[in-house]
């Protein structure tokens, strides 16, 4: 493993911002009332930037307003990369990552692969494996953010059921599904045939854990039960891939206190998975090591090797197969770059769509999709922008909203 350690953060729940924002964002954020979302942070850059509260804004920021996350503050303090590192770092062998997964994913039939919930990039990698592996054999598509609401096996179908039933995200269909980019991940999936699979952790009456540790175990182990009994159900053919948040991807304990997700899941059903860190290693989080390997704009993004085996960059890392390193975000059309590369094709916003005062939201939506709709890209538009571009399906019908605030 090639990490270099990092420092302490601060304790989120002493600072006062970040408790009124947590509590305030979630009811706006999670039924699509974007606008009221936004002025929950004021003016952004009035908080503190060695603040908590500055980790919701990056998180929701490219959801909210269609822009490149604001991520000019490093996560963590690093020591400067000693000679030898770097140039391990600079020879390290890259693959194009989605001819490495597809090879490695061939000898399975689970895949698990995680995302950071601050970079909505990753969720249109997700897309990407999902459509590679179609050809495969995969057959299920698993979430986290899918809602997973009831206790009983029977309420328990109501909200996936929902989501089998047409081919658009839903507010309510997940928390984290009110982000534009994965509201068109989950639609892509669902035209490519993927049965959706709701496994997300219900706490039970009575659960009282007495610690985070406990509290996490809970979790992990009924997340994998949950998974294990979706496998069995689905039968010996099926193949699923499974779309998680950071750790839960490890498949390799972390410590005695702490054994993650896809680790259990193993246990249980006997399948080793194929497990895909993109989180760890990007040109936001250990920035000295990604400058290191030198990933260029515009290029596809890679999976890298040392010796011919997966290379492991980060403290998470060698818990997980395979590595991905993105490109670095460049702004294209007022946009992430990224966001062309989506099957998409760029729609130029006119000069009319700039607010005189106050602010614009410009939003698009699958033409069949109904009221009940989240968003498949949105901007928000300022006095005196320059006119963005929006994101349209290629070949499906669609329509733009706008709002002002």
Known sequence: MLFQPAAAQQDPFADKTFQRISSE??????????????????DPDAIAADSPARSIWQQFRPSLDGFVADRDIPRSRRDPLTAEVAARFAALERREAIAAIVEHAARTRIVIINEAHDNPRDRAFVMDVAEALRPLGYTHYAAEALTNCCYSPEQAKAPIDAVRQRDYAAFGDGYYLADPAFAYLLHRVLVAGYEPVAYE?????????????????????????????????????????IHVGYSHAAERPFSKE?????????????????????TDLSEYNMPQEYAAIGMEQGTAPVVIFE????????????????????????????RPDWLARTGRVAFQLGADMVPDEGVRLVQVFLAQSGADAVPIDQVLIRPGDEPPVLYVPRDSQYRIVTQQG
Do not use: C
Not at 212 to 237: C, K, V
Not at 261 to 274: C, E, H, Q, V, Y
Not at 307 to 333: C, K, R, S, T, W
């Open 307 to 334: 010796g011919g085996e997966p290379a492991h960059v980060g403290f998470n890392a060698e818990l997980m197969d395979l590595q991905v390193v993105h490109p670095p975000i460049a702004v294209l059309g007022g």
């Open 258 to 278: 702490q054994e993650w997700m896809a680790s259990r899941l193993k246990a249980l059903t006997g399948i080793d998975p194929l497990t895909i860190n993109q």
């Open 25 to 42: 964002l979630s009811p706006a954020y999670g039924k699509g009332d974007y606008l009221a979302a936004l002025a929950i942070f004021g």
């Open 201 to 241: 952790y219900v706490p039970q009456a009575g659960e009282r854990p007495e610690n985070p540790n406990e509290s996490i175990a809970l979790r992990e182990a009924a997340q994998a039960r949950n998974l294990a009994a979706a496998l069995e159900a689905a039968g010996p053919d099926a193949k699923f891939l």
